[in-house]
């Protein structure tokens, strides 16, 4: 089945380093990704569209130049948080879906939770 | 705009006994209409989906829903639960005309807790 990879899992870091996820596409091709974000107990709060080629689509309230996003190709997609800080602490998923779209569902990453010291 | 609601936070059963994990919908046009697993620090896993066709629709580990345009639902169910059930569960609906780019609006989620 479709599988979409995440990496890393968990990341500690200091405030004000910069830290950069990585969701792949394994076994199909994605024009569009997705990056979710999740609070404790809480559901998932789309936070961009990932379109590869092209900028990405931010979802109202979030900061683009906090949370850069690139779609280099059709199977990889980067979130990068600049310089971190506590605030930003949370579980980042990221979701893909293949490019055929029609009755495709998405599929997720496993998420990076993400801690700033 | 489109919308799901997931009425319940919690849902508690015994093992064994039959589970439904509820789901509204308010969408235009035709829904899209899916179900989300997640378990403890985990990414989300796709249980099964409704487009069209058949109203009960099966999915992944023994569950199934039921698309009720009437009543606009789209409940979760299984004949019998599993203490690895335990897990929380998410409703969504599509937004859009199915397209690759169209995103996925989730419902706030329901933890269902099975006991041995």
């Known amino acids: 089945g479709a599988v979409v990879s995440q990496h890393p899992s968990w990341v500690i870091c200091k405030s004000g380093t910069s830290v950069k996820i990585e969701c792949r596409s394994l076994d199909f091709q994605a024009t569009t990704m997705f990056w979710y974000r999740q609070f404790p107990k809480q559901s998932l709060m789309l936070m961009a569209t990932s379109n590869e080629g092209s900028k990405a689509t931010y979802e109202q309230g979030v900061e683009k130049d906090k949370f850069l996003i690139n779609h280099a190709s059709l199977t990889l997609s980067t979130l990068t948080v600049t310089s971190a800080h506590p605030e930003d602490s949370s579980f980042y998923i990221c979701s893909a879906r293949d490019m055929r779209g029609g009755r495709q569902p998405q599929h997720f990453g496993d998420g990076t939770r993400l801690s700033i010291l | 705009a489109q919308s799901v609601a997931q009425p319940e936070d919690q849902v508690n059963v015994a093992e064994g006994n039959p589970l439904t994990v509820k789901c509204t919908y308010s969408v235009s046009g035709n829904p899209y209409l899916f179900w989300y697993v997640q378990y403890p620090n985990r990414g989300l896993q796709f249980l099964l989906k409704?487009?069209?066709?058949?109203?009960l629709v099966k999915g992944s580990y023994g569950f199934e829903a039921e698309f009720n345009k009437s009543q606009t639902s789209f409940h979760l169910k299984k004949p019998s639960a599993l203490v690895s059930d335990s897990a929380l569960y998410f409703c969504a609906v599509r937004d859009g005309d199915g397209g690759a780019t169209n995103k996925l609006i989730f419902g706030t989620g329901t933890l269902l807790a099975v006991q041995p």
């Open positions: 409704y487009i069209t066709g058949d109203n």
